[in-house]
């Protein structure tokens, strides 16, 4: 049967009208997904006293994001933040801007770290910035020091008959490259940033842990320890984890055991759905550092604070 005009609006307006309904229950069911969001959040424990868990592991490189989430733990309703630690440290740079933020918050409330497997180098300087430092007996601590390092390409290149050449401005400019074997000036100049950087991180522990002469000495040569020893060594306060280290804010802080424990973690968002979670204060998974983490430390940039097991 063929359609009378008439029909054919008739049907034009009745697509319309279905399209605008369809539409309406998508935006409230969008707005029903942000309400429950809310709600959920304030069953958390965000809208109320609470105690922060804020965790550092992998690699470290300062990125925003991180710095971040230790800025939105300076609220009213955060008592007190516990820092859980499991990383090998990473970049110098984002290990000190990580270790400022830390510091920053612990002026304003207790902050305390708590070294989870591993809280070395880079990691232990960001543990630095805490009130108290607290490790499991069998965790790894320490490693404090700074290196850098340039992979030697040149007798490669020379086997493939490449041969690289360079217009410099100065001799040191962009030395050591990689490409071409590197000058005994370059070398003291790199080694002088080395030690620089180093000598800055030794005072930090000094500084913050109280030590000086041989005991410093002896646990900023490179190496590093399990709990027990750093408890000796005065690298970390006591024995323990986050259980410890609540029921010592509530006997020296008077913060309270019975408060609720919430985790603070980055938002890593971009997008309409990422958009969405991030308003809801729901975790997206985003590649972040993912490709360093990957690679290790020769895939950053500067110099690094960093502890890896041999063979890795």
Sequence with gaps: MALTADMMVDRRQLRRKLTFWRV????????????AGLAWRGSLGFSRPHIARI???????????TLDVLKRA????????ILRINSGGGTTAGSEALYNEVQRLAGKKPVI????????????????????????GSGIVGSI???????????????????????????LKAMPSGIEPTSPEARRALEETVLDTYRWFRALVGERRKLEGEALDRVTDGRVFTGRQALELKLIDALGG????????????????????T?????????????IAAFLGVDWPGLGDTAR?????????????IWQPSGQ
């Design 74 to 81: 300076d609220n009213a309703n955060v008592q007190a933040v």
């Design 293 to 305: 983490d990957i690679l290790g430390p020769g895939a950053l940039d500067g110099l690094v604070s």
């Design 113 to 136: 770290a708590v070294v989870d497997g591993v809280g070395a180098s880079g990691a232990y300087m960001t543990a630095l910035g805490a009130e108290r430092i607290f490790a499991n």
């Design 55 to 65: 965790t550092i592991e992998g690699m470290i490189t300062g990125r925003q994001s």
């Design 145 to 171: 020091g700074v290196i850098a390092q340039v992979p030697n390409l040149s007798k490669l290149l020379d086997t493939l008959g490449v041969k690289v050449e360079s217009v410099r401005s100065s001799p």
């Design 263 to 275: 985790d603070y973690r980055p938002r890593q968002a971009s997008g309409t759905l990422p958009g």
């Design 24 to 35: 309406i229950a998508i935006l409230a069911a969008l707005s029903a997904l942000v309400v």
């Design 242 to 261: 986050e259980r410890e280290a609540i029921a010592w804010l509530e006997a020296e802080k008077k913060i309270g055991a019975n408060l609720p424990v």
